[in-house]
């Protein structure tokens, strides 16, 4: 009887200090509940507010590459043109499997809108121009003393027999403008380490080609080589840029080699004189002084 009394008793004392310590079973439950949502809550939070910074950072950052991609290019191309202005001498030497010819010429450039250029040699070639106005190309042969306008269906067309086209010679497009830029790597090309940059054509752009992928040199942000894709994709040609040297100013490369697809024929141009960003007549970029 005591041992079951005793029992009894210490039921009866364990349920009074449960009452007297006034703690409910279901409320702790609830508390420690509260507590590990608050805790999750906390983590959930923070979690959601690196990952908030991640996408700011990240946005920066695309932004910022972008940007630098952009710039690369257009350091590249004012380092070779000029920002403003540019005129140089230069020599192109055609090679083909069957004959190679040198033609002698100037050039004089205003912007992205104004181009002239002018052959010297040979004579029976001498005195014959290609001018840029705007959108519009002239071309002007001497011997016959007739102006031509140049068409856009033509543009990819060979400029007097070479493996530039007429786009290349004066139309001065603007890189930076017409194609969106990415920078997809860096490369050694002739054991040179290359920024790597794709250009597509933004929509609607007056361009000619389906994609650019130019190397421009770290050192110095000098083109060392560009490879020009139609709009299917494939290689059409491909230009390296040597003889770097200094030349009205500043390094620039003094040879640009043209080769097509194959390689079976190529266009040298060689740089005899340069100068940049100093003042052109208006008058030189004019259908008077074409014909003249």
Same mark, same amino acid.
């Given at each position: ?27 702790? %439950? ?14 959930? %939070? ?78 029976? @070639? ?6 840029? %106005? ?52 860096? @490369? ?14 933004? $929509?609607?752009? $007056? ?60 266009? @040298? ?24």
């Amino acid at each position: 009887m005591k041992s079951k009394e005793s029992s009894q008793g210490r039921t009866t004392t364990s349920r009074h200090t449960n009452v007297s310590t006034g703690q409910n079973p279901s409320l702790k %439950l609830q508390s420690t509940k509260a507590r590990r949502f608050k805790r999750f809550g906390v983590l959930e %939070l923070s979690i959601w507010s690196l990952f908030g910074t991640w996408i700011l950072f990240f946005g920066a950052y695309h932004n910022c590459y972008a940007q630098d991609a952009k710039q690369i290019i257009q350091r590249a191309e004012d380092a070779i043109k000029g920002k403003v202005s540019s005129y140089s001498v230069m020599e192109m030497i055609i090679r083909t499997p069957d004959y190679t010819r040198t033609m002698k010429m100037e050039s004089w450039t205003s912007g992205t809108s104004k181009a002239l250029v002018k052959i010297l040699s040979p004579v029976r @070639e001498a005195g014959n121009r290609t001018l840029k %106005l705007g959108n519009d190309i002239w071309m002007y042969l001497r011997n016959t003393e007739t102006t031509i306008r140049i068409p856009p269906s033509m543009m990819l067309q060979s400029w007097n027999g070479s493996d530039y086209t007429y786009d290349d010679m004066v139309r001065e497009e603007t890189l930076t403008k017409d194609y969106d830029i990415t920078l997809t790597g860096t @490369e050694q090309i002739g054991g040179v380490d290359c920024w790597k940059l794709q250009l597509i054509p933004k $929509p609607n752009a $007056p361009v000619v080609w389906g994609k650019i992928v130019y190397w421009v040199r770290k050192a110095d942000d000098l083109p060392e080589q560009v490879e020009y894709f139609d709009e299917r994709g494939k290689l059409m040609r491909t230009m390296i840029m040597s003889d770097f040297k200094v030349m009205g100013g500043r390094i620039i490369p003094t040879a640009w080699t043209m080769y097509n697809s194959d390689k079976t024929h190529s266009t @040298e141009i060689k740089m005899d004189e340069a100068s940049f960003d100093k003042r052109i007549p208006d008058q030189i970029f004019s259908l008077k002084e074409l014909e003249r």
